[in-house]
C-alpha cells in the first residue's frame, strides 16, 4: 500500500502537466512549461534520494529509493525528450549547436548521461556490480544545480531559496559523511 501510495504522489507533477497541457489548455508556451514542470521535478526527487538517508531514523523509506530515484530520472527522461523531441524538432544540428553554444546545456546532458548509467545499473544484480559507481548521483546533482542556474535569465527569490535548499542538503550530506567516516576511525 505505501508503495502504491508513493507511486501516485510521485506521478503527481507528471499528471498535473497532462491536465494544464491537455485538458485546461491554458499553457502558453508548452516546450518552456514541459521544461520546468519536468526539470524541477527531477531535481526535487533526485535530492530527495539522497536526504533519504538524513532522514531515515524519523521516516524510513530507504526501501523504496530506488523507486523514488527511477522517477527522477523519469522527468529528467522528459526534460530531454523535451529538448530533442519538441525544441529541437530532432535536428541533429540545432541539437549540436545549441549545445556548443550554451555550456548549461552540456552540462546538463552529461548529468542525464550520469543519471542514465545510474538507472540502468539499478537493478539487483547491477547495483551489486556497480554500487560503488552510484555515488556518481552526487557529480549529478551539483551539474544539474549548476545546469538550473545557467539556464535562469535572472534569478527569483524562489529560485534563490531552492538554491539554499540545495546547498543545505549538499552540506547535511557531507556532514553525515564525515561523522560516518569518522567513527569507522
Known amino acids: 500500500m505505501k508503495r502504491f501510495l508513493l507511486f501516485l504522489l510521485l506521478l503527481i507533477p507528471f499528471l498535473f502537466a497532462l491536465f494544464e497541457l491537455f485538458i485546461l489548455e491554458n499553457v502558453k508556451d508548452p516546450i518552456k512549461y514541459i521544461y520546468t514542470i519536468s526539470g524541477v521535478s527531477s531535481t526535487v526527487i533526485l535530492f530527495f534520494t539522497i536526504l533519504i538517508s538524513l532522514i531515515k531514523k524519523h521516516f524510513n523509506i530507504l526501501k523504496y529509493r530506488r523507486m523514488i530515484g527511477l522517477y527522477g530520472f523519469f522527468y529528467a ?3 530531454f525528450l523535451n529538448f530533442i523531441v519538441l525544441d529541437a524538432e530532432l535536428k541533429i544540428d540545432f541539437i549540436l549547436k545549441e549545445t556548443l553554444d550554451k555550456p548549461f546545456i552540456y552540462l546538463g546532458m552529461f548529468a542525464f548521461l550520469i ?3 545510474l538507472a540502468i545499473t539499478s537493478t539487483n544484480r547491477l547495483f551489486k556490480i556497480y554500487q560503488t559507481y552510484h555515488k556518481l548521483i552526487y557529480l549529478s546533482l551539483i551539474l544539474i544545480t549548476i545546469h538550473f542556474i545557467m539556464a535562469q535569465k535572472s534569478l527569483t527569490i524562489l529560485q534563490l531559496f531552492y538554491i539554499a535548499i540545495i546547498i543545505l542538503i549538499g552540506y547535511l550530506k557531507l556532514l553525515q ?3 560516518r ?5
Open 77 to 79: 527522461l522528459i526534460h
Open 115 to 117: 543519471l542514465t548509467f
Open 177 to 179: 559523511q564525515i561523522i
Open 181 to 185: 567516516k569518522n567513527r569507522v576511525h
